[in-house]
């Protein structure tokens, strides 16, 4: 188990001593973004490019960042250090714009709030999935390329997957072509192919994504091209990525992806991810 100490605003806390304001836009508005970062023996992987990401999505949201990478980092060394978890798991850094007085229009200067906690890896194995019906991805929003503190169109997706005995829910855009699934980029192999949606789809710029676009897997070259379910029901297999795994998706609405088992590329990515 985890021990139950977080970082919160320059200290290190017991979770049972730590607080958030109930004004904080965070929790009143979901003013703020967040990053899990994978951590192996301690150490965050690909720190630097979240922390990019996250100064980005902040950018976007003119949501000051007080706090310089290199402080960043040592809050995280710190949390890791206080802490005892297993040679495998995850930290959450999460950004609010902080306490504020009831209203959409942010402060002028506003204070923002830092919280990092540790904790496990979400399952692995393969998923099976559902296209989602009661929500879809809006492609035309800069919001989907943020990883903001308001998850309800992924909340409802995964409740309609559990309701219907699914692992996972892929999601549709404005435009009814694949964008993603709830927390996850999705790429498909057709053939000698290996795709996955462009980003102006409604796909949020992965961490994992990127890398897998970057390594040309299994000698592939992989392409950003828009996805349709005609698409998906010719692949040869498909898998979802993000920062904590890579998983094989061998089933979307009951119906097999490929031959129903993980492919070679989803194996052979899964050796170095």
Same mark, same amino acid.
């Given at each position: 188990?985890?021990?139950?100490?977080?970082?919160?605003?320059?200290?290190?806390?017991?979770?049972?001593?730590?607080?958030?304001?109930?004004?904080?836009?965070?929790?009143?508005?979901?003013?703020?973004?967040?990053? *899990?970062?994978?951590?192996?023996?301690?150490?965050?992987?690909? $720190? =630097?490019?979240?922390?990019?990401?996250?100064?980005? =999505?902040?950018?976007?949201? +003119?949501?000051?960042?007080?706090?310089?990478?290199?402080?960043?980092?040592?809050?995280?060394?710190?949390? $890791?250090?206080?802490?005892?978890?297993?040679?495998?798991?995850?930290?959450?850094?999460?950004?609010? %714009?902080?306490?504020?007085?009831? =209203?959409?229009? &942010?402060?002028?200067? &506003?204070? @923002?709030?830092?919280?990092?906690?540790?904790?496990?890896?979400?399952?692995?194995?393969?998923?099976?999935?559902?296209?989602?019906?009661?929500? %879809?991805?809006?492609?035309?929003? &800069?919001?989907?390329?943020?990883? *903001?503190?308001?998850?309800? +169109?992924?909340?409802?997706?995964?409740?309609?997957?559990?309701?219907? =005995?699914?692992?996972?829910?892929?999601?549709?855009?404005?435009?009814?072509?694949?964008?993603?699934?709830?927390?996850?980029?999705?790429?498909?192999?057709?053939? +000698?192919?290996?795709?996955?949606?462009?980003?102006?789809?409604?796909?949020?710029?992965?961490?994992?994504?990127?890398?897998?676009?970057?390594?040309?897997?299994?000698?592939?070259?992989?392409?950003?091209? @828009?996805?349709?379910?005609?698409?998906?029901?010719?692949? +040869?297999?498909?898998? $979802? *990525?993000?920062?904590?795994? $890579?998983?094989?998706?061998?089933?979307?609405?009951?119906?097999?992806?490929?031959?129903?088992?993980?492919?070679?590329?989803?194996?052979?990515?899964?050796?170095?991810?």
């Amino acid at each position: 188990m985890t021990s139950a100490i977080l970082w919160l605003n320059g200290a290190l806390l017991e979770e049972s001593a730590a607080r958030v304001d109930p004004a904080d836009r965070g929790f009143t508005l979901g003013d703020g973004l967040f990053e *899990t970062l994978r951590v192996s023996d301690d150490t965050p992987r690909h $720190l =630097g490019r979240h922390l990019a990401r996250l100064r980005a =999505g902040a950018a976007l949201l +003119d949501l000051p960042l007080p706090w310089s990478d290199a402080e960043l980092a040592a809050a995280m060394e710190r949390l $890791l250090a206080a802490t005892t978890g297993p040679r495998e798991g995850s930290l959450r850094l999460t950004v609010t %714009r902080g306490v504020a007085a009831r =209203g959409v229009l &942010p402060p002028a200067a &506003p204070s @923002p709030s830092l919280l990092i906690t540790r904790g496990g890896l979400p399952p692995d194995g393969p998923v099976r999935a559902v296209v989602a019906t009661v929500t %879809r991805r809006n492609e035309h929003s &800069p919001l989907s390329r943020l990883k *903001t503190l308001n998850y309800l +169109d992924a909340i409802l997706a995964r409740q309609e997957a559990a309701r219907r =005995g699914a692992d996972d829910a892929l999601l549709l855009n404005t435009a009814g072509r694949l964008a993603e699934a709830s927390a996850a980029n999705l790429f498909l192999r057709r053939g +000698d192919r290996l795709l996955t949606p462009p980003v102006a789809e409604g796909a949020l710029p992965g961490i994992a994504r990127a890398l897998v676009l970057e390594d040309h897997a299994a000698g592939l070259p992989v392409e950003e091209h @828009p996805l349709t379910l005609a698409d998906l029901a010719g692949a +040869d297999e498909a898998f $979802l *990525t993000n920062s904590l795994g $890579l998983r094989p998706l061998v089933a979307v609405d009951g119906v097999a992806v490929g031959d129903g088992r993980p492919g070679p590329i989803f194996r052979s990515l899964a050796i170095n991810h």
